[in-house]
């Protein structure tokens, strides 16, 4: 198998996936303070790690940490044109209120059938804990279910554990490297970014104009108000200005329903050098 088709992807969980072959992970033995065991397989391994808390914020720092081996590649919260996003569990975890799971800028992978968004190498996901009593210590227990790529895909699941309070570990420096990487949000008016349809019909294209230093490579994403939404990725568009790019996509991969001429919110990734943003706009 290689991949899941955009469109398709909210109805093939990874059980689903076994036919292809489910790499269930185990634990390795040898592990850090503050660090989970890893949890490991053939193309890939992962571990939960902590952070330090921050003064005056209730909520626990840790990380979701991914080895990949080389040519494999993982996906972002949004796979892009085929694959599955990440599932975090954490059900059974002490002292768990919730989490927020923060992803770092993303890039594209042309999978020769399609583009596909995520992660090569590796890739740490920050985790935001809200304790259910703060000041105390919370035990996450996470189920992760996530697809690792080469030019066949492989669907994963695995479990770890760790206790993770308010002082300093050994991974405040990779933790703190990794939420540096988050897109930082921002306005759509603020850095001039706009989305308008130039054509109708039930796919209408939409064009988008956002600034851009010269010669600066510019990747954009786009996501729809739901997990449902399966929408394109945006492609460069000719006719810009100076300073400026042009990119363009279908409004193609609506659920069921929804009229493509409705108003609605789209959430835009830009990833660029040196910067990476993520601006909420209407389309209108």
């Known amino acids: 198998m290689t991949g899941w088709h955009r469109n398709s992807r909210a109805a093939f969980p990874l059980a689903a996936l076994a036919a292809c072959g489910i790499a269930v992970t185990a634990p390795a033995p040898a592990f850090a303070a503050g660090a989970s065991p890893w949890v490991q397989d053939t193309q890939s391994a992962f571990r939960l790690i902590a952070g330090a808390g921050k003064a005056g914020d209730a909520r626990l720092r840790a990380g979701l940490e991914i080895k990949l081996q080389p040519g494999w590649k993982t996906y972002w919260r949004y796979p892009g044109d085929s694959g599955v996003p990440p599932r975090l569990d954490f059900s059974g975890s002490d002292n768990f209120g919730s989490a927020k799971v923060l992803y770092p800028a993303p890039h594209q992978f042309d999978d020769g059938s399609g583009t596909s968004i995520g992660y090569k190498g590796g890739v740490i996901l920050p985790l935001q804990i809200s304790p259910r009593q703060p000041g105390k210590p919370v035990t996450l227990r996470v189920k992760f279910e996530y697809a690792v790529c080469e030019k066949l895909c492989v669907p994963v699941e695995g479990r770890a554990e760790l206790t993770v309070g308010a002082g300093a570990t050994p991974f405040e ?32 294209l939409v064009m988008v104009d956002l600034p851009s230093a010269a010669g600066t490579p510019v990747e954009l994403f786009v996501e729809g108000p739901t997990a449902e939404w399966a929408l394109p990725i945006p492609k460069p568009a000719q006719g810009a200005p100076a300073g400026r790019q042009h990119f363009a996509f279908e409004l193609d991969g609506l659920p069921p329903g929804v009229d493509p001429k409705a108003p609605f919110e789209l959430t835009f990734t830009v990833v660029e050098q040196g910067r990476a943003l993520e601006i909420k706009t209407h389309l209108d």
Not at 178 to 187: H, I, Q
Not at 188 to 198: D, E
């Open 173 to 204: 420096s990779a933790l703190a490297a990794a939420e540096a990487s988050v897109p930082k949000p921002a306005a759509a008016t603020g850095i001039g970014l706009t989305a308008r349809r130039v054509t109708g019909g039930l796919k209408p």
